[in-house]
């Protein structure tokens, strides 16, 4: 296949974020925490989609949260 492959470390430092922008029992971010800790196929699918569903103001804060 020649998907790109999501770090799940990334994952975890994204649900981190969102957990301190939305709250820990956001749906996004229990989905992302879940991707990190299983890395199965299903559930990255699934935290993405939720994560794309986002304000565009929460992604942007969430993802410069973890700019390295």
């Known amino acids: 296949m ?6 799940r470390a990334a994952l975890g430092r ?6 301190f ?3 820990a029992d956001h749906s996004t971010t229990v989905a992302l ?5 299983n890395g199965s196929e299903q559930d990255i ?10 304000k565009p103001g929460d992604r942007k804060a969430a993802l410069a949260m973890i700019d390295d």
């Open 2 to 7: 020649d998907e790109t492959m999501i770090d």
């Open 14 to 19: 994204l649900a981190k974020a969102l957990a």
């Open 21 to 23: 922008i939305c709250g």
């Open 33 to 37: 925490r879940e991707a990190a800790e």
């Open 45 to 54: 699918k699934k935290a993405r989609a939720l994560f794309l569903k986002l």
